[in-house]
């Protein structure tokens, strides 16, 4: 009996009732435990969706960028490519912002499934920031984009 910790001396002193009650108290603490890292893999997953959203909206206006240069570059070049490369910029902001908006909502929609069971993570605050901040530069794209280049 040298491998005996004081956790199983301890149950195997209990009598029945004592150690099914000690063993729904402990079930209980697991199944609590595997919500609470349920909420953090979501949270995980929408922020892993989010820095995607970002670095393609990011490529979008590192394009927008370069055909900025390559226009003033080589002025004598086909328009169409410049053309090209705009509605490849607009496609890839788009696709970004859609891409950060629907995963704040499949992230909002299972935070209020499972957040409100268990009566915590509000996540109404960190949504609302992020749908600004797609806002705001879906605004400053649209609004530059008339400002500085025209395909």
């Given at each position: 009996?040298?491998?005996?910790?004081?956790?199983?001396?301890?149950?195997?002193?209990?009598?029945?009732?004592?150690?099914?009650?000690?063993?729904?108290?402990?079930?209980?603490?697991?199944?609590?435990?595997?919500?609470?890292?349920?909420?953090?893999?979501?949270?995980?997953?929408?922020?892993?969706?989010?820095?995607?959203?970002?670095?393609?909206?990011?490529?979008?206006f590192v394009l927008e960028k370069a055909a900025l240069y390559l226009k003033h570059l080589m002025p004598e070049a086909n328009p169409k490519i410049f053309a090209d490369i705009a509605y490849l910029s607009v496609f890839t902001l788009v696709s970004g912002m859609a891409l950060i908006i629907t995963s704040a909502v499949r992230y909002f929609a299972f935070e209020k499934k499972m957040g409100a069971r268990k009566g915590i993570l509000n996540p109404k605050i960190d949504v609302y920031i992020l749908?600004?901040?797609?806002?705001?530069?879906?605004?400053?794209?649209?609004?530059?984009?008339?400002l500085t280049f025209n395909p």
């Open positions: 009996m040298e491998n005996e910790t004081p956790e199983k001396r301890r149950l195997q002193e209990m009598n029945t009732t004592e150690l099914a009650r000690e063993r729904n108290r402990l079930a209980e603490i697991r199944t609590e435990q595997a919500s609470l890292r349920t909420l953090l893999a979501n949270e995980r997953t929408f922020l892993s969706w989010a820095r995607a959203s970002i670095g393609i909206i990011t490529l979008g749908l600004g901040i797609a806002l705001v530069l879906s605004i400053s794209f649209f609004f530059g984009k008339n």
